[in-house]
């Protein structure tokens, strides 16, 4: 007897009542695995801020400021004001002065208010850059080292100023006689090195974390 048809071979797509294939279709249509929806293949992290992490911040700050208001001590307890003593010749001697002013000595002749105006806005930065902190992200880690450099410097020459109404500075950079450089402190230092760190995040970084 001649064998029946393979039926399977002349399997045609089953037709509705309109006439349309009612075929069934994929659930979702995926660009990978079909275990895995489309929407799924790619995934950018979420930005995490510092949070209870800002802690470990603020005790770099701390240790900036210990650090700075033990070498002002030792400045005052040391050395003669306007004395130099001779550290790495020619470029480097301890020098103790008073700064009466802001950075440069800006505006230190200008009669005592300028004691309270840059104590207020250095708590006012302080204060800023305390909450900063908390909201930075934790990947941001040379964003954070540069605000916490800068808050323990800014909270280092404050103390100066509500103490003492001045700041005390003692590293004299200078090349012999012919050329010398504003006198500076440790808190000088943190912030400025604070503030470069923070620059160069947002050139180099920023716009990488948020890609």
Excluded: C
Excluded at 121 to 132: E, H, N, Q, R, T
Excluded at 154 to 165: K, P, S
Excluded at 177 to 204: C, K, Q, R, T
């Amino acid at each position: 007897m001649p064998n029946p048809p393979d039926s399977s071979k002349h399997e045609q797509p089953i037709a509705g009542a309109d006439g349309m294939n009612s075929s069934p279709k994929p659930a979702h249509v995926t660009s990978g695995s079909s275990l895995t929806p489309k929407g799924r293949l790619v995934k950018t992290p979420k930005m995490i801020a510092n949070g209870s992490r800002a802690f470990m911040w603020y005790l770099l700050s701390l240790v900036i400021i210990i650090v700075d208001q033990w070498t002002k001590w030792l400045a005052q307890t040391k050395l003669a004001f306007h004395e130099p003593v001779p550290v790495i010749e020619p470029f480097l001697n301890w020098t103790l002065a008073y700064n009466y002013g802001a950075a440069f000595s800006f505006l230190a002749d200008a009669g005592g208010w300028q004691k309270w105006f840059f104590s207020g806005l250095a708590l006012v930065m302080s204060l800023f850059l305390i909450g900063y902190l908390v909201k930075a992200p934790r990947q941001a880690k040379l964003l954070s080292v540069g605000l916490a450099m800068v808050l323990g410097g800014a909270i280092g020459n404050l103390i100066d100023r509500l103490m003492l109404g001045k700041v005390v500075d003692f590293i004299h950079v200078h090349y012999a006689d012919a050329w010398h450089y504003p006198i500076f402190n440790i808190a000088d230092i943190a912030i400025s090195v604070g503030v470069a760190m923070i620059v160069i995040d947002m050139l180099f970084f920023e716009k990488k974390r948020e890609a």
